[in-house]
């Protein structure tokens, strides 16, 4: 095709890279395509394990709704490097789908959530259950899966969730269920190129005690919110501590929720495939599209 960000091509521009549950993305993932159309850009979605794509043939791969990778990471890690350009980038997906990066975050000072790890070898005999509503979750996940709340004094439960994991060779984040979260939610902090886009609340995924979800994601309630100062400071200091600079980043997602002093902790930090909630605000969409756009221009020079 001709266009402006390279002349005569025969490469398509931008593959929105999804899974088979979504092989046409979902509603809020569907509104770059004509976002992105408005540039000049032609965008398709594309299952990123399905064997038949070439992946070269795409000027651009952008990593949306991939959510089945965790049962697979190596292999959907393999995946990213196959294209000649993936946002976010690769060593960036590597680095963020494992929740080991909340340690790296804590180190630099970052407030998380606080955080049990245990690794496999390890041994059950050292784990201690806190006391209170307590939530086990691997390492490496999506959508909630494999993620439970439990009572308090449910140790038993807890210690058979932990011991399964670890038996299938995950590490386990073993954490104080969030009590706020029941009334204010989490608040969910967008960015697109390092800044501040827009910001959601999400309600309870962990309404009730057990496994979350069955299914590939957990549902979600969500809703428009305007962060507060602090939010807001614990979302830039959480960008600033990256690895990365911030404006290398396409997207960025920080979920963030309050502890029982009221102050701002991390919950998780997404820049692999989250969603980001584009049919919330104004410009959203827009704004993700000249991202990629401005990306492109830059690379085909």
């Avoid at 390279?6 to 979504?22: K, M, N, P, R």
């Avoid at 390092?194 to 999400?202: E, F, Q, T």
Wanted: hydrophobic letters at 45%; glycine letters at 8%; proline letters at 6%.
């Amino acid at each position: 095709m001709d266009n402006e960000y390279g002349g005569i091509s025969t490469l398509t521009d931008v593959a929105l890279a999804t899974c088979a549950f979504l092989p046409n993305l979902d509603e809020d993932e569907r509104l770059l395509i004509p976002a992105l159309a408005g540039y000049g850009l032609v965008a398709e979605p594309r299952i990123w394990d399905d064997p038949s794509i070439g992946w070269d043939g795409f000027e651009m791969v952008v990593v949306r709704s991939t959510w089945d990778y965790s049962d697979r990471r190596e292999a959907f890690l393999e995946w990213c490097a196959r294209p000649r350009r993936l946002l976010n980038p690769p060593a960036v997906i590597r680095w963020n789908t494992d929740k080991r990066y909340l340690r790296e975050l804590a180190a630099a000072g970052i407030a998380i959530v606080p955080t049990t790890w245990i690794s496999p070898g390890e041994g059950m005999a050292a784990l201690v259950v806190p006391d209170g509503q307590v939530v086990v979750k691997p390492s490496v996940s999506a959508g909630a899966r494999n993620t439970s709340r439990y009572r308090h004094g449910d140790h038993e439960a807890v210690r058979a969730h932990v011991e399964r994991l670890l038996a299938e060779g995950r590490t386990v984040l073993l954490q104080p269920y969030v009590a706020s979260v029941d009334s204010a939610g989490e608040t969910g902090l967008i960015y697109v190129d390092g800044v501040l886009s827009h910001a959601i609340r999400k309600g309870p995924v962990l309404r009730a005690h057990g496994v979350a979800t069955e299914r590939l994601w957990a549902p979600e309630e969500i809703s428009t919110r305007v962060p507060d100062a602090a939010e807001r400071a614990l979302a830039e200091a959480t960008l600033d501590a990256l690895p990365w600079p911030r404006e290398e980043l396409l997207y960025a997602r920080i979920d963030l929720v309050r502890g029982g002093d009221g102050q701002p902790m991390l919950l998780e930090l997404e820049l692999a495939e989250p969603s980001l909630f584009l049919g919330f605000a104004d410009g959203a969409a827009e704004r993700v599209a000249a991202g990629i756009a401005r990306r492109l221009r830059t690379a085909t020079r």
